[in-house]
């Protein structure tokens, strides 16, 4: 087996990383920051997960979403952070959150099921009840009371009622949430609209 030598060692290195495209040395660079700031992860995540599942989430949502890789690297890094921080798991199936690019920044966006792990975190609920009103079914909602009624229909009634949209899907005309605490009470809903879940939408699909 041939020794190489320093130089040589040196000369292959160089060769490897003029062979690199652009994608992949950013890629290379990103890894680089993530292991530079390990000690940092582990510090923010305590022990709900460790710092090396955290970097392979992070670097899995890279190679999925390549333009992960041409925003700033303290936008990244800052990501990142937060989402160590909050104990949140990056462009997973479970949707926690989600590192987007938008104009060479990364953006975090905490999804519903992020926001309800923190929320649950706090020991103070016993559970946070979420639903989507879809056009046919019973729904009314007080603003001053908080009082809601929302009267769900199930799929085979609303297709006979002929209120799905054009792929056969319910069409979603508001969403509500509200914490149930651990002795038994309710919060008062936040209930989302037509106009408001449009806005959302394109938001989303601007990022």
């Avoid at 923190?118 to 946070?128: E, F, N, P, Q």
Wanted: charged residues 25%; aromatic residues 6%.
């Amino acid at each position: 087996m041939a020794i190489q030598t320093p130089p040589q060692r040196q000369l292959e290195d160089r060769i490897v990383q003029r062979s690199l495209s652009p994608l992949e040395k950013k890629r290379d660079q990103f890894t680089g920051l993530l292991e530079a700031k390990k000690g940092e992860f582990a510090a923010a995540l305590g022990k709900v997960m460790t710092p090396e599942f955290f970097i392979r989430t992070l670097l899995t949502a890279a190679n999925k979403t390549p333009k992960l890789l041409e925003c700033s690297t303290g936008s990244l890094y800052e990501c990142a952070m937060h989402c160590a921080q909050f104990k949140l798991t990056p462009n997973t199936p479970a949707g926690e959150a989600h590192l987007v690019p938008f104009g060479g920044v990364c953006t975090l966006i905490i999804g519903a099921p992020g926001y309800n792990k923190m929320a649950m975190r706090s020991g103070d609920l016993a559970g946070i009840l979420a639903r989507a009103v879809c056009k046919g079914e019973t729904f009314a909602f007080n603003e001053a009371t908080g009082e809601l009624m929302h009267q769900t229909v199930d799929p085979k009634t609303l297709a006979s009622l002929a209120v799905l949209d054009n792929r056969g899907q319910p069409t979603v005309i508001a969403a509500w949430a509200r914490a149930k605490f651990r002795d038994g009470t309710l919060s008062i809903p936040v209930v989302l609209w037509g106009r408001e879940l449009d806005r959302v939408r394109a938001f989303v699909r601007k990022k």
